[in-house]
């Protein structure tokens, strides 16, 4: 990472933003400050919980997972009641929750996703677009992680879907180490959705920025949120996030370390990396990772880092 007015950043590197597309392998890192670079990431469709259903509708009368119709073996045909899954339209019980068979607990799932980034210095450009994802017409939460160089330059993040205004959770924090740059984290629930949805952020001209965004499929909103921020030689441990039933988790790791070197974060937990930027040079360095679980609990994520180094943590929990 690096302090905002840290005089050693490298002038200018190649302007244009490029598409990161999901790669959990190394991806940048900050510099001794912050991070930006040229637009990349990942999306990807909203994932079908059953092999009888569709990324919207999961199976007639069911959700995308397959739905609560059906269980996690096989859905057989829905409820006696036929109601299709959290979300799905009714269905009848020999239509109901079709989608069964290789699903998984009906609820909130993995969506579309994706990451953007410019580096220091790159461009001129006074916003920042999310890659175009597909997402669901309704029924998602949208979460949206920003790392910035200039962090006093945050502002709500906006789309082209009519979705507004989003909220911030809780509030934006500063590197204990770039104490002008930091990172924030916002929602919007009950979002409208489809093809070509992209997410927009504001910037200042030449500032690193790294934007990642997430889609929660068939969810009724946030149900916890936590940040904590650990520096070098402390595990890299999440606060807890607690859920009443099943649920979608979403971890940011924001690491801390200079420009020199790419950068590995790897998650713990059965938590799968998403997206992710840890290439060497002055950009905001950032791993996504997700894991869906079935039941209430209290969970965390603890990440190893390569090299060492602190980092900030996001976890979120979207049922």
């Known amino acids: 990472m690096r302090s905002f007015q840290l005089s050693t950043r490298r002038a200018a590197f190649a302007c244009a933003a490029f598409l990161l597309w999901l790669t959990p392998a190394c991806d940048g890192d900050g510099s001794s400050g912050t991070e930006g670079g040229a637009a990349g990431a990942t999306n990807s469709s909203a994932t079908s919980g059953g092999s009888g259903g569709s990324p919207t ?4 009368g069911g959700t995308a997972t397959g739905g609560t119709g059906g269980t996690v073996s096989s859905g057989g045909g829905g409820t006696t009641t036929g109601t299709g899954g959290v979300g799905g339209q009714a269905g009848t019980t020999s239509t109901g929750g079709q989608g069964g068979t290789g699903g998984s607990v009906g609820g909130a799932k993995l969506g579309a996703h994706g990451l953007s980034y410019y580096r220091l210095d790159d461009n001129s450009f006074t916003t920042i677009d999310s890659p175009p994802l597909s997402t669901q017409s309704t029924g998602s939460t949208l979460i949206v992680s920003t790392g910035r160089g200039n962090f006093f ?10 979705n507004d205004p989003y909220q911030q959770l809780g509030q934006g924090h500063t590197y204990t180490l770039w104490g002008s740059s930091g990172t924030a984290l916002y929602a919007f629930e009950n979002a409208l959705g489809g093809n070509n949805h992209v997410l927009t952020a504001s910037t200042p001209p030449g500032d690193e920025i790294t934007f990642a965004a997430v889609e929660v499929v068939n969810s009724t909103g946030i149900q916890d949120f936590q940040w904590v921020e650990r520096l070098n030689g402390q595990p890299l441990t999440s606060l807890p996030v607690t859920t009443t039933g099943p649920a979608t988790l979403v971890a940011f790791w924001w690491g801390d370390a200079g420009t020199q070197g790419d950068k590995v974060a790897i998650p713990n937990n059965g938590f799968t990396v998403i997206e992710s930027i840890g290439m060497s040079g002055p950009l905001v360095q950032c791993f996504v990772a997700a894991k869906e679980v079935a039941s209430a609990g209290t969970y965390d994520v603890t990440w190893d880092a390569t090299p060492a180094q602190g980092a900030q ?7």
């Open 57 to 60: 509708t999961g199976g007639q």
């Open 153 to 162: 330059a945050s502002s709500l993040p906006t789309d082209n879907k009519g």
């Open 313 to 319: 943590l996001w976890l979120v929990a979207v049922q």
